[in-house]
T-cell receptor, first 118, second 116 residues
Framework: ETGVTQTPRHLVMGMTNKKSLKCEQH?????MYWYKQSAKKPLELMFV???????ENNSVPSRFSPECPNSSHLFLHLHTLQPEDSALYLC?????????????????FGPGTRLTVL | QKEVEQNSGPLSVPEGAIASLNCTYS??????FFWYRQYSGKSPELIMF????GDKEDGRFTAQLNKASQYVSLLIRDSQPSDSATYLC????????????????FGQGTILTVHP
């Protein structure tokens, strides 16, 4: 148990549905992340939030909409997804976002949401 | 060119042997390097991080970093069947201002199988 929880753990949705993924961290961290993990592909960073401010949007389609109401919670709102969006969506958190070179900033991952788009 | 490259494997070693996992990266400015382990159907969990050239040991795990060669490796001594998993190498990214935004680039992962 890393202190990062995600719900739901599994989600099946049609292309016209709207759903939301939820992430909560109990570590007192200031930064939160959404990643996508598809089969045979490296983990892809989607969004980064630091102190509720979005600081990174990695060219993600607008059908994915993140929300960070406070430093402990992160949502990913989904609408009109495509079958190729089926993947494992991972949330992570770290102590802080901006670090000078020569320091480390470990990210801790939640269990993920397995999303299937029909 | 991939920014972080790993041999996808699978790498198969007998129980008790040393497993050697390798990773190369393209950004010379990278300063922090992470090894995560991911069991099938589970999320990645951190094994080690390293940011100085040389070796860093933690139990049966040793991370090795060579910045000149842009190479980082993970050695697992006395491999156990429970070590069978995908091992992900991650490298932090440096922006133009020289700071790290906690943004990690991951390799594709190496599948390790330890057989009894």
């Amino acid at each position: 148990e890393t202190g990062v929880t995600q719900t739901p753990r599994h989600l099946v949705m049609g292309m016209t549905n709207k759903k939301s993924l939820k992430c909560e961290q109990h570590l007192g961290h200031n930064a939160m992340y959404w990643y996508k993990q598809s089969a045979k592909k490296p983990l892809e960073l989607m969004f980064v939030y630091s102190l509720e401010e979005r600081v990174e949007n990695n060219s993600v389609p607008s059908r994915f909409s993140p929300e960070c109401p406070n430093s402990s919670h992160l949502f990913l709102h989904l609408h009109t997804l495509q079958p190729e969006d089926s993947a494992l969506y991972l949330c992570a958190s770290s102590q802080d976002r901006v670090r000078l070179v020569h320091t480390t900033d470990t990210q801790y991952f939640g269990p993920g949401t397995r999303l299937t788009v029909l | 060119q991939k920014e972080v490259e790993q041999n996808s494997g699978p790498l198969s070693v007998p129980e008790g042997a040393i497993a050697s996992l390798n990773c190369t990266y393209s950004d010379r400015g990278s300063q922090s390097f992470f090894w995560y382990r991911q069991y099938s159907g589970k999320s990645p969990e951190l094994i080690m991080f390293i940011y100085s050239n040389g070796d860093k040991e933690d139990g049966r795990f040793t991370a090795q970093l060579n910045k000149a060669s842009q190479y980082v490796s993970l050695l697992i001594r006395d491999s156990q069947p429970s070590d069978s998993a995908t091992y992900l190498c991650a490298v932090n990214q440096i922006n133009a201002g020289g700071t790290s935004y906690g943004k990690l680039t991951f390799g594709q992962g190496t599948i390790l199988t330890v057989h009894p």
